[in-house]
């Protein structure tokens, strides 16, 4: 019986034990045939991509020469043309990915501890023939660092590009580079405020190696954002960028729905594929269909138990950014797309942090490249590309539900919103409006009623969401004379549905007069109509009125 691979990113490790493993080794073969200097591989988390990059690493590296990792995988087959680069060249493995500090001077302390240690792997480098004296001064002086600040960035900028030179000196081959996670210090650095500092360096530090390097034979970077070219690669002509829309290497990262078979025939759960197809599914990179591979494996490690096993962290501080700017018309797309409908968005792939927030769209740029949503489909225009964008799969649905609730609310204590939600669809209002005080008082940090009513309305929103299961949510949707603020409607024509309108009260004294002139415009503008085109009987309606921490609810059945 095979052992699932959970959490194993060491190739060498996968393939020499009994781990259940996927040939992914055909990456090497079309690495090889595109001869493309510099490659960029965007892809959200936990699609394999430290994976692929070791699988690169044990191929080429020179010390991994004499070891027989990949007899029997489909690159020993490809031929003598690829057979000959196996074990050919020094191979430099670096991952960016732990650099998540809080400042600009320890993320930079972080960075060149990892770049000291770097070089301590190449210790031998200090009593190579091949380098001259004051390159063995340079490189001890990285080697043996014990306090980054007493040099200036210009050396450390440039210490990978000489790791490379170096390397290349002592054994005579150019040196091949691979860069995991590239955009990891950039992105920590925008979301904790040192973006400007990092950015200068890491610009530096990213083009003394990959600009003009001849001592480089290739460089492969991998990470979740494509940086703008402008912002970090500016003047490097050799990048090749291959996103999640991209046909290069489109099926590489990620299980297709052939693995998945043959994986589920191999462990004889083949009944199991219509469960693994609706949960985890669903992923579209470059028009390859896609299996989310560390879900499918975390299913199938689970004794086939379903449930939201990936968790994307990458990018979710802009996602957060983004979402707490948003206005009506974008939350009602969000609420569509919960509703597994298509939305037509314009998106840009390059990510400039200087420029986050300023258009509504990046968010959906940023969900589409961190994984939360999947093109369908797309069309250029003169005014940019236009994409048509979907919710994946289920696994996704339930992420993106709680992580869209969540952030419309700010509230983090589901099992309170929940209870909340249970006394409201059993019409006691009491309960309601005690549970949603306590609530509001409880999400102080993010309660602003300078924003007025919107922000409420969001809130409210949020919190609805939870309900997808048993209910349609409607919002700002014309009904009868009007258009309601929010509407939950069962179904199942047997339950209660919720109807619900927001009044702002400007001080706590207007608070139920509000509440009830909010309830009355339920009925007098027949926003019940809704539901009686739907042949829903019963029906609970509360007029909710907010003063900053405070709410007022009453409420009546329409039935």
Not at 253 to 264: D, I, K, L, S
Request: net charge negative.
């Amino acid at each position: 019986m095979y052992a699932m691979p959970v959490g194993v990113d060491n190739f060498r490790e996968m393939v020499s034990r009994d781990y259940y493993f996927v040939d992914k080794t055909n990456f090497i073969k079309e690495l090889l045939d595109n001869k493309n200097k510099v490659t960029l591989i965007t892809r959200p988390r936990r699609f394999g991509k430290t994976l692929a990059m070791r699988m690169l690493q044990e191929f080429f590296d020179i010390n991994a020469a004499g070891r027989d990792t990949f007899k029997g995988l489909n690159i020993s087959r490809a031929g003598e043309k690829y057979i000959q680069h196996r074990g050919k060249y020094p191979v430099i493995f670096f991952s960016l990915k732990d650099i998540a500090t809080g400042n600009y001077q320890d993320a930079l302390r972080d960075l060149c501890g990892k770049i000291s240690d770097l070089y301590a792997e190449y210790g031998f480098l200090a009593e190579s023939p091949a380098l001259n004296e004051r390159e063995k001064e340079y490189f001890l002086s990285v080697y043996n660092i014990a306090d980054h600040e007493q040099y200036g960035r210009d050396k450390w900028g440039k210490s990978l590009k000489m790791l490379t030179v170096y390397l290349w000196k002592h054994y005579g081959v150019k040196t091949i580079l691979l860069l995991d996670e590239y955009d990891a210090p950039i992105q920590h650095a925008w979301e904790d405020g040192y973006y400007e500092d990092m950015i200068r360096f890491m610009r530096q530090f990213y083009s003394e190696v990959l600009k003009g390097n001849d001592a480089l034979e290739f460089a492969v970077l991998t990470g979740v954002l494509r940086v703008a070219k402008e912002s970090i690669f500016s003047g490097l002509n050799n990048l090749k960028v291959c996103s999640v829309l991209s046909e290069d290497y489109s099926d590489i990262f990620g299980f297709t729905g052939q693995e998945v078979a043959r994986m589920a025939a191999d462990l004889q759960l083949e009944d199991k594929l219509p469960e693994i197809r609706e949960w985890y599914d669903g992923y579209s990179f470059g028009g390859s269909e896609i299996y989310n591979p560390w879900s499918v494996i975390m299913y199938f490690d689970a004794k086939c138990k379903p449930a939201p096993y990936w968790v994307n962290t990458s990018g979710n501080g802009i996602i957060k950014y983004m979402l707490d700017r948003l206005d009506g018309r974008d939350r009602e797309d969000l609420q569509s797309l919960m509703d597994g409908n298509t939305i037509s968005k314009q998106v840009q792939e390059g990510i400039i942090y200087e420029e986050i927030g300023s258009n509504a769209d990046d968010l959906y740029t940023m969900l589409l490249t961190t994984g939360y949503l999947k093109c369908t489909s797309s069309q250029d225009s003169l005014l940019g590309t236009y994409m048509d964008l979907q919710i994946p799969n289920l696994e996704i649905l339930r992420l993106f539900t709680r992580e869209i609730a969540q952030n419309f609310t700010g509230y983090r204590g589901v099992s309170d919103i929940t209870n909340m939600m249970d006394e409201m669809l059993k019409g006691n209002a009491v309960l309601f409006e005690e549970d949603l005080n306590r609530i509001l008082r409880n999400s102080v940090s993010y309660h602003d009623a300078a924003n007025g009513e919107s922000f409420y309305h969001g809130m409210m929103l949020g919190f609805c969401v939870l309900l997808k299961d048993t209910h349609i949510v409607q919002s700002n949707r014309e009904s009868g004379y009007g258009r309601f603020d929010l509407a939950l409607i069962p179904t199942d024509r047997r339950y209660y549905g919720v109807i619900m309108e927001f009044k702002r009260a400007a001080d706590e004294g207007q608070l139920e007069e509000k509440a009830l002139e909010a309830l009355a415009q339920i009925e007098e503008l027949s926003y019940i109509a809704e539901f009686q085109q739907r042949q829903i009987e019963k029906v609970w309606k509360y007029g909710i009125a907010f003063c900053g921490k405070k709410v007022c609810l009453r409420g009546q059945s329409a039935r």
